[in-house]
């Protein structure tokens, strides 16, 4: 009785139409769900399959070798420096950015992005034309002992600036619309800024700058190409996890090789598990 | 650069914050970066254009333009795909997939390269199947660098189209088929224009990041002259035989290509942010 009213108030063609496309959201899921299992979960399970397939004690001997070890130290290393260097920088880009109006502000914008368009290849390349041997400062460097290409100092530096605007481009957007209001209040109470900024401003962005550091380091960690270019491939001594990965690969050790990978696949895990923590904990701060 | 500043304000640190920007961006970006372009005035015109037209590394750039143009039309596609279905239905798992989608930005490259490696190989989970039954080899194959550039770029689409589909008010497309529009036809004519700027956007930046990428394909390529050697691994063969100038003059190719795109991207992304401020 009921279809019969809604048929005759609204037409037959909506319910029917409706009634014909019922199939169409299970199919849509199923093919989202299949795109992303072919591309994205099989992936992420044959790292751990690879890497657990000869059992556990293969897996823990590949994991405490000392080579291992030494390329952990280095990437932490190196992360270890380029994050807080690029976080620093990151919070006075975004200061004087979202605080100030100045020409050129939308080119300062652009060129802050620029890395995340160069090639990880390029990247590296550059730092070798600077500083190695054939390069502008190689001559000097060499002159003075000091070594950039083919040592740590090369490695940081790629690093650095493969993830350069990581911070910056999380703080900027979000300084921006939280506008300047805050501060100016603060200043004529008589902040000085020092008390600005530890107050004031890093506290308003606390997660957006938490987001950023979390992306930075992940990239950190886990950059491939442009340390490749520069590190020189020394066992045990210039050599960051990924770079262990391949070589242990190139010599068909494929379960120690999944076994170091596994290490950086959970690394990659835990900063989805913050990231999603952070913008959980975003959402519910702002109203 | 002229940087002037234009108004008064009672905020202190713009002397300071703006110099440290400056020294610091120009020191770990702009010289750099310099450092190439002034690496290629080392070669004559000729030689340039000799180095960048050589057989092997034409080869290599339209392999990597080729293959990243595919893959981020692959990820337009299915991008567009995943976001809708993330946003419009509810289904067991859906935050955990949303939060996943995202992997590939976290994994590193060379751990997704050993892995697709891996399962795309003629024996792997994927490869076996594909290999038996269509005689259709993957890794080690122009189609496996395709495969992990459709990896890498996965989440840019998903990530720029779906805020847009949740701010969509699913009157309007209801109002749509009441009018009598077919689901397809409300899909089409509603929902398609509104996402563009965001879709393109996406596609832009997905593509942008295939085209420099090296850790990943490396393991699956297979990597042979003339066939399934990317732009990026030219460079490093190169550099491993300490031709620095050539090196440079292939990377000063994709400098460009990659500040050109880098241009196109920033206006894309203002004309989608016109497009949502226009709406009421």
Not at chain 1, 253 to 275: E, G, H, M, N, Y
Not at chain 2, 16 to 33: E, F, Q
Request: charged share 15%.
């Amino acid at each position: 009785m009921a279809a019969v009213l809604d048929r005759a108030v609204s037409g037959a063609a909506p319910r029917e139409r409706r009634r014909r496309f019922a199939w169409a959201p299970a199919l849509l899921v199923g093919a989202a769900l299949a795109y992303l299992a072919l591309f994205l979960f099989a992936p992420l399970a044959a790292v751990f399959y690879e890497a657990l397939r000869k059992g556990w004690d293969v897996y823990a001997a590949a994991i405490s070798e000392s080579d291992a070890w030494a390329a952990v130290r280095l990437t932490l290393l190196a992360a270890g420096i380029a994050v807080p260097a690029n976080l620093a920088f990151g919070i006075a880009a975004a200061w004087t950015i979202a605080k100030f109006d100045f020409r050129g502000k939308s080119l300062l914008v652009t060129l802050i992005d620029l890395p995340f368009s160069v090639s990880p290849v390029v990247s590296g390349l550059i730092y070798v034309l600077v500083f190695g041997l054939q390069g502008w400062l190689g001559p000097w460097l060499s002159e003075h002992d000091a070594k950039v290409i083919f040592a740590v100092p090369g490695i940081v530096l790629a690093t650095i600036f493969v993830t350069f605007p990581f911070v910056a481009r999380e703080l900027i957007p979000l300084m921006q619309a939280q506008g300047r209001d805050e501060e100016e209040a603060a200043v004529l109470l008589g902040a000085n800024a020092w008390q600005l900024l530890w107050r004031v401003t890093l506290p308003n962005v606390k997660w957006g700058l938490i987001y950023g550091v979390i992306l930075c380091t992940a990239r950190a960690m886990g950059e491939f190409g442009a340390v490749s270019v520069v590190s020189g491939h020394i066992r045990g001594m210039t050599n960051t996890l990924p770079l262990h990965i391949e070589i242990l690969y190139n010599e068909y050790q494929f379960t120690a090789a999944f076994a170091c990978a596994s290490l950086l696949a959970i690394l990659a895990l835990v900063t989805l598990a913050l990231k999603t923590w952070v913008e959980w904990r975003q959402a519910k701060e702002t109203p | 650069m002229i940087l002037v500043r234009r108004s008064h304000s009672v905020l202190p640190g713009f002397g300071v914050a703006l110099g440290c920007t400056l020294l610091y961006l120009g020191l770990v970006v702009l010289v750099p970066l310099a450092a190439a372009f002034l690496k290629t005035f080392t070669l004559s015109w000729d030689a340039f254009v000799a180095t960048v037209t050589a057989p092997r590394v034409v080869a290599s750039l339209k392999l990597s333009f080729g293959a990243a143009l595919a893959a981020a039309a692959i990820n337009a596609v299915f991008g567009l795909l995943v976001a809708w279905v993330l946003v419009r239905y509810r289904f067991v798992g859906r935050r955990l997939i949303d939060a996943l989608v995202d992997l590939p930005f976290a994994l590193p490259t060379a751990v997704a390269g050993i892995a697709l490696t891996a399962i795309y190989a003629p024996n792997g989970w994927i490869g076996k199947p594909l290999a038996d039954g269509f005689g259709l080899k993957v890794a080690f194959t122009p189609l496996g660098i395709l495969v992990a550039l459709v990896f890498i770029g996965l989440p840019f689409v998903v990530r720029t189209v779906q805020p847009v589909l949740e701010d969509l008010e699913k009157e309007l497309e209801e109002a749509a088929q009441s009018l009598g529009a077919s689901p397809v036809q409300a899909f089409t004519r509603v929902i398609l224009p509104t996402v563009t700027p965001a879709l393109l956007t996406g596609f832009a930046l997905a593509f942008a990041r295939a085209v420099g990428e090296y850790g990943s394909v490396i393991f699956i390529a297979g990597n042979m002259p003339m066939v399934s050697e990317i732009a990026p691994l030219m460079i490093i063969t190169k550099l491993e035989q300490y031709d620095y100038a050539g090196a440079t003059a292939v990377a000063v190719v994709m400098l460009v290509f990659s500040f050109a795109l880098l241009l196109a991207i920033n206006g894309l992304q203002w004309w989608s942010r016109r497009y949502a401020e226009e709406r009421p």
